[in-house]
């Protein structure tokens, strides 16, 4: 199965900065069938960019994604008060579909 | 607006079958492809397998001997039976469906505890 292995583990920052969070595989993630997920306490996952790159409806444009094969990225260009939660990668180009462990965006 | 709802016992005795079925509001069941996630306590999202609306379906290996399930398209549902359930099978557990391949609208997920 392909591994995905989010880094950092938590990222301290304050609001209006710049958040980069990285999503590496274990092997190749076909046609960039890769998705990120924003999940807050106690609320369901929310999908926020699939292909690697698309944000699906009503995502705002400060999420963007990008990366292909092995090395994924998700940036949120300024940080609002309701975007510190914890994010998901996800591949799901071959099966099992696996996800990252999670990156937890906090305020500094 | 598409919305999904588990439902299910809460609490589960070690070696017996969890079930779990998710209701589908605002649109058919019908050709699509559904799937259920675990999360435990505290920890990351976990797939456990898909199913389409005519039945054909994908497991996760880990947790394939265990698990099946199934659509019922007159009710607009599908269901999830995990078999021989311990402790580490506790959970919140969500459905959601499947589009373009990624998991687009979920559940707002139940917890399942296994405990005697």
């Known amino acids: 199965e392909i591994v995905l292995t989010q880094s950092p583990g938590t990222l301290s920052l304050s609001p209006g900065e710049r958040a980069t969070l990285s999503c590496r595989a274990s092997?190749?993630?076909?046609?960039?069938?890769l998705a990120w997920y924003q999940q807050k306490p106690g609320q369901a996952p929310r999908v926020l960019i699939y292909?690697?790159?698309t944000r699906a409806t009503g995502i705002p444009d400060r999420f963007s994604g990008s990366g292909s094969g092995t090395d994924f990225s998700l940036t949120i260009s300024r940080l609002e008060p309701e975007d510190f939660a914890v994010y998901y990668c996800?591949?799901?180009?071959?099966?099992?579909?696996?996800f990252g462990q999670g990156t937890k965006v906090e305020i500094k | 607006q598409v919305q999904l709802q588990e439902s299910g016992p809460g609490l589960v005795r070690p070696s017996e079958t969890l079930s779990l079925t998710c209701t589908v509001s605002?649109?058919?069941?019908?050709?699509?492809?559904w799937s259920w996630i675990r999360q435990p306590p505290g920890k990351g999202l976990e797939w456990i397998g898909y199913?389409?609306?005519?039945?054909?379906?994908n497991y996760n290996p880990s947790l394939k001997s265990r698990i099946t399930m199934s659509v019922d398209t007159s009710k607009n549902q599908f269901s999830l039976k995990l078999s021989s359930v311990t402790a580490a099978d506790t959970a919140v557990y969500y459905c959601?469906?499947?589009?373009?391949?990624?998991?687009?609208?979920w559940g707002q997920g139940t917890l399942v505890t296994v405990s005697s």
């Open positions: 959601a469906r499947v589009s373009g391949w990624y998991l687009h609208y």
């Open positions: 605002g649109g058919s069941i019908s050709s699509y492809y």
């Open positions: 199913i389409y609306y005519t039945g054909s379906s």
């Open positions: 092997q190749s993630v076909s046609s960039s069938n």
């Open positions: 292909g690697a790159s």
């Open positions: 996800q591949q799901y180009g071959t099966s099992p579909w696996t």
